[in-house]
């Protein structure tokens, strides 16, 4: 039953022109390495970065580690409303994240609310140490249909050895403050995601910590690789399956496309279009949302990067790093 409701809940946000709008991008991605021709086309999964300040220290995050070499700031509750007005017509999914925590932001709910009220797939990733009884229950009131929650670790002993200043045991209540919430206001939403970074340290607990976020109401876990800068030794785990890498070098090589890239952009806390989620420094800009979100995603700027993925032999220095190119993502 419950399967059936959510299935009907997802065709509700469609609409004609979305439908349209994803066959035709997905046509012009199989289609641009046969007839070298690029077109930047609307995309259809939006990620908004309502903070780039985070309350952890994350020893292979730019922001943890106090690299960011751009603003620290919340996003204008404004800049959220304009994006998301223009993007929603040909709009599918809507990320509420980026770099840093977004439950800091001072109008989180307000803004979380925006993509459910316009139809759009809403996620939300956070390390859920600012989650307690009240906010997890607005959090629920909000619409949105997915949480990520990071958790690292069962005990504070190998979750901090990633999240430094995080408490294991507040994220692991959570889930369970979530669960209860949504069965108290009878929502279907959100699906309540745990995320694990697979790493040396908690390799060896992965059963234990599905086992736990299950028994407390999560409804499915992921394991992912880790994305890593430094020190890749102390982090690789010994299990293949969730290494991107060997010693310090990818173990791939790009593949030359892209459906990430052309189906979806991310908007920084300061308003600026960059291309993907790899972008941390904002490096590479289409423009500002200011100045307009849907001349500049479908401008030449974005179609030059987009040639540089689909085109050129090494695609993007951007993509050197990315599960997306290497296809080594694992869940
Ligand atoms: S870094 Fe490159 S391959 Fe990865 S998502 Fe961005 S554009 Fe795609």
């Not at 970074?197 to 999560?218: P, Q, S, Y």
């Not at 308003?271 to 423009?287: R, T, V």
Request: proline share 4%.
């Amino acid at each position: 039953m419950g399967f059936y409701l959510k299935y009907f809940s997802l065709i509700k946000l469609l609409t004609l022109q979305r439908i349209i709008h994803f066959i035709r991008l997905h046509l012009l991605h199989v289609t641009i390495r046969l007839t070298r021709k690029v077109r930047s086309i609307v995309p259809y999964n939006l990620s908004i970065e309502l903070s780039s300040i985070c309350n952890l220290k994350c020893p292979q995050c730019p922001v943890g580690l106090g690299q960011i070499n751009r603003s620290q700031k919340f996003m204008e509750p404004s800049t959220a409303h304009t994006v998301v007005d223009q993007f929603a017509p040909r709009g599918m999914v809507l990320n509420l994240y980026f770099q840093g925590e977004s439950l800091l932001h001072p109008n989180f709910f307000e803004i979380a609310s925006i993509g459910p009220k316009k139809k759009l797939y809403t996620i939300l990733s956070t390390n859920a140490t600012l989650i307690n009884a009240e906010n997890a229950k607005k959090l629920i009131e909000t619409g949105i249909h997915r949480i990520i929650i990071s958790a690292d670790g069962i005990d504070q002993e190998a979750y901090e050895k990633y999240r430094i200043g995080g408490v294991a045991e507040n994220v692991w209540k959570s889930i369970e403050l979530l669960a209860t919430a949504k069965k108290e206001q009878r929502k279907i939403w959100p699906e309540i995601i745990v995320q694990t970074l697979v790493n040396k340290h908690n390799e060896n607990t992965l059963d234990e910590i599905k086992k736990h976020a299950l028994r407390l109401g999560a409804n499915k876990v992921n394991f992912k690789t880790m994305q890593i800068y430094q020190n890749h030794e102390a982090w690789l785990p010994s299990n293949k399956k969730f290494r991107r890498y060997e010693s310090e070098n990818l173990i791939k090589e790009p593949k030359n496309k892209c459906l990430r890239a052309l189906s979806g952009v991310v908007v920084s806390s300061d308003g600026e279009i960059l291309p993907c989620c790899h972008d941390k420094q904002a490096e590479n800009s289409f423009g500002k949302v200011a100045d307009g979100f849907v001349s500049n995603v479908q401008g030449e700027k974005r179609k030059e990067f987009l040639k540089t993925i689909y085109l050129s032999e090494q695609m993007h220095p951007i993509c050197k790093n990315c599960p997306e190119a290497m296809k080594v993502y694992k869940k």
